[in-house]
T-cell receptor, first 112, second 111 residues
């Protein structure tokens, strides 16, 4: 079955540690996105990538980094520079700019 | 600046009709999306409008007026399972695939 997979579903890390969230898709989509969602709020764009080996900052990129070495994969690293990393992180992909996004099930990151 | 506004919460009765409004101000426009999100889950796609007018899909319809920067999502024959957040999202027209989401409208359907 085609889809977009995020792992793990729940992640706990100590403050000051970097952590990498995985996102894999087998939909053959060119575009991939990372969003952050805080309780009771909408989605805020962290990074997006329109094609392999290219990515753009979203609205809240500070403290995060990404790579897009393969079409299927778009991992997100939450660095120690991110001041408030505890949140629900959603990865998504789309065929192009005018089509809907398909979302993964999300990773709930808690930093203690 | 870029801004998308939706009501924070709405309550409606099972079997009724509800309209969720969305107004937007973005640096460009390349389509408007509506997504449904149940608590703790991923958003799922409902509708896409790029031209003015009404798009109907079963119990759900979405309307767009580009000149007014306005859209609404219409849900008919409400069911309890429609209790969820509804997210309005605009893909900007600056040449990229950047999509901006509103904060979402939490809909409560009561019996």
């Amino acid at each position: 079955d085609g889809g977009i997979t995020q792992s793990p579903k729940y992640l706990f890390r100590k403050e000051g540690q970097n952590v990498t969230l995985s996102c894999e898709q087998n939909l053959n989509h060119d575009a991939m996105y990372w969003y952050r969602q805080d309780p009771g709020q909408g989605l805020r764009l962290i990074y997006y990538s329109q094609i392999v080996n290219d990515f753009q900052k979203g609205d809240i990129a500070e403290g995060y980094s990404v790579s897009r070495e393969k079409k299927e994969s778009f991992p997100l690293t939450v660095t120690s520079a991110q001041k408030n990393p505890t949140a629900f992180y959603l990865c998504a992909s789309s065929i192009g700019g005018k089509t809907e996004a398909f979302f993964g099930q999300g990773t709930r990151l808690t930093v203690v | 600046g870029q801004n998308i506004d939706q009501p924070t919460e709405m309550t409606a009765t099972e079997g009724a009709i509800v309209q969720i409004n969305c107004t937007y101000q973005t640096s460009g426009f390349n389509g408007l999306f509506w997504y449904q999100q149940h608590a703790g889950e991923a958003p799922t796609f409902l509708s896409y409008n790029v031209l003015d007018g009404l798009e109907e899909k079963g119990r759900f319809s979405s309307f767009l007026s580009r000149s007014k920067g306005y859209s609404y999502l219409l849900l008919k024959e409400l069911q309890m399972k429609d209790s969820a957040s509804y997210l309005c999202a605009v893909r900007d027209g600056t040449g990229g695939f950047k999509t901006i989401f509103g904060a979402g409208t939490r809909l409560f359907v009561k019996a």
